[in-house]
């Protein structure tokens, strides 16, 4: 019998910092080139060479603005921002690839299911069944000032309608039957209409009367991608999710996360295969040991904690500029906000009893994920024994310098992946979703 295969996806983001602050300052990365679609058209390139699944692109709808009351700190230092549309940058993505997926994040609470489901409907044409979307719920006022909105619905709320959006945006991509179009030039038959439907969906949240005007696409649907990790969030991914990004600190609270979903996920009628599990890791490579600890210091340095604490302001939703650095982590009260992120970070204070400062510090670093630092072979080693321990079914690969980290991790560590049996040496399939399942 053949080995389980691991999954890879990489992480992207358009803007000057991805998932490690003050990169852009780095000699050798891309981030300046931040405007430019030839940098995406790359990163595309090189992680099809890699093999990898997919690639999805992170996205706000604001810029980041809970540190001391503005957006002062985070444009200065070059933090996260989002600064271009990603469905458009997919599509010049798709024109230079032929196997790997392609992803974009989509609010359910900004988005109308409507524009949705049109959006992935085409992109799931332009890119021949390629296509993805992260779903997330948003988190922060200012993006729901930025679409005319007061402030966003309480969190629960957002979850219980973005089921809403997900079914409507289902039914939308059903509306056309398979066959509706019949390109008959003889019989002057461009499409059936009794194949193409109304779908009249009424909730409590969302209104959609439909039919889509996009035909029915190669999947039929993008693949639903998706990263909550409250429990609301996890029993959202327990029903649409097919892809569920993470970030855990150890290995336990890793296997325990995996067991929790898969069980949630055969409670909502799937197979356990249909829903991935990759937790999200930073990875910083060397020929040897001692060069790839160098190397994560020489990166780390640019890390600043200020930008870093903004940063998990933002995530929190919680201004800490008026916080001591000193203040234990495990003293903040939150009730809105990215909650299950802090959770995650809390894992890590049971473990390091961390500060506010050195959580910044370390939020700057690499986001609170494990950041593996070691020679392609350390990374392999660590990447199989997690995924043969029952953590995960693969990884996100959250790169601390564009494009160099995906440059050395396909062509080191993947080609290591690859002898052990454990990652496809080429693409078995056409569309994302195969890809993902087998
Ligand atoms: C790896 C990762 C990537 C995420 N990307 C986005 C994103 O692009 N946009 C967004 O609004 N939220 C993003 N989130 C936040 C999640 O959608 C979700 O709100 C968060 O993980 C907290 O889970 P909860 O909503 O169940 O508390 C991301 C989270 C993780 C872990």
Redesign the pocket.
Known sequence: MSKRQMHLVG?V?AGPTWHHYGIWRHPESDGLDMLDPARYEEIARVLEHGKFDGLF?????MLFDSYAGGYRTNLKEGGQQ?MMDPMQLLATMARVTSNIGLAA?M?TSLYHPFHIARSFASLDHITKGRAGW???????DR?AKNFGMDALLE?NL??DMADEVVEACTKLWHSWEPDAVVGDRENNIFADADKVHYVNYEGKYVRTSGPLTTPRSPQGSPVIM?????????E?AGRWAEVI???QNSKEHMQAFYRDIKDRVVASGRRPNECAIVP?VDVVLGDTESIAKERAEAINSYASPTLGLAEISN?LGVDMSNEPLDKPLAELELTQG????L??MLQGVEKDGLTLGQAGKAWATS?M?PQLVGTPTMIADYLQDYFEAECCDGF?I?PSMSPGTYVQFVKTVVPELQRRGIFRKEYKYATFRENLQN
């Open positions: 992480y983001l692109f992170v996205d706000f709808l989002c994040t609010s992260n779903v997330v719920t948003s988190a922060m993006e969190k957002r979850y998706q990263a909550g990790s409250s429990p609301r969030g996890r959202f990004f993470t970030l999200a995530a990215c909650r299950g992120i959770d995650v986001q994920t996100m959250c």
